[in-house]
């Protein structure tokens, strides 16, 4: 396991601009994420010191390459999970390593996809769930499917071996894209992969099965749902961070209610502009540099 002082992720403007602040400070920092939606071929034209029209695609690449220059490591790396580690710092599992945090900004945006099921909100917390960390407990030695197509599925459902052995996935009629370590572990541990999709949940008191659009029914006492990939509502369940509907509550320096966490940009829930964003990545990294000092510094003498 990889140990990093300072791990961000997300690299939108929110990320990037955390980033520059804490390489320029000296702090060891990794940005992880890949292409952000602001990255795209669309014209940009109310941001501060560009009286030209600059596309969003031009303007993260010049914040990436700026962060470089002051040491940040930057990696197209999707992170799957984030979890408390035993002796303080986080553990973060993404789809090719894992790491050790002293420090973690979230900058990843709200995005969460939702299967398209007739009655799913009927049966949130009654037998479809959000967070195997949170709610595996209560599934123990059942019947459980995850609904996901990609490697956050696939973590998703190795994760709820901890809890029963009875795990599949469907990729609710995607086409599969996982990748082929994790389709090699899935094998290994006999979880099976079908590319049905489920078109209405089924139970009185509680899920007790999915009924697939071709007419078939499969029993389930739970389903899982991680479609896409992991979002920051996602890390937030799992770490127990304090949410404001889909937002992470944060104070006036972007700290969350867990020491040594932060967050930054849409995430947030404030004015969605670049602009704000980036001055939220950089209040952020603010906070975060002086948490990772005195942490980091007591414990190894490092930053």
Known sequence: MRKVSLLIIGQGPAGLSAAIYSARAGVQTLVLGCASKVA????????????????????????????????????????????????????VHTEQEEYEACAVILATG????RPCIDNL??????????CVSCEGFFYRNKKVMVLGEGNFAANQALE????????RICTQGKPMDIAAAFQDRLRQAGIGIQEKKVKT?????????????????????GVFIAMGQASTADFAASLGLVMRKQFVEVDAQQRTNLPGIFAAGDCVGRFL????????????????IEHVKKQCLKENGTA
């Open 40 to 91: 795209g071929d669309y014209d940009i034209d109310n941001y501060f010191g560009f009286p030209e029209t600059i596309s969003g695609r031009e303007l993260i690449g010049r914040g990436m390459r700026q962060a470089q220059r002051f040491g940040a490591e930057v990696r197209c790396e999707r992170v799957l999970s984030i979890h408390q580690a035993e002796h303080g710092g986080y553990h």
């Open 273 to 288: 502009q670049i602009s704000v964003a980036v001055g939220e990545g950089a209040l952020a990294a603010k906070a975060a």
């Open 201 to 221: 949940l089924l139970g009185a008191d509680g899920l007790d099965a999915v009924l697939y659009a071709d007419g078939t029914q499969e029993a389930v006492d």
């Open 121 to 130: 909100q009927d049966y949130e917390g009654r037998g479809v769930s959000y």
């Open 160 to 167: 709820l071996l901890h809890y029963t052995q009875d795990v």
């Open 110 to 113: 709200v995005a969460r996809m």
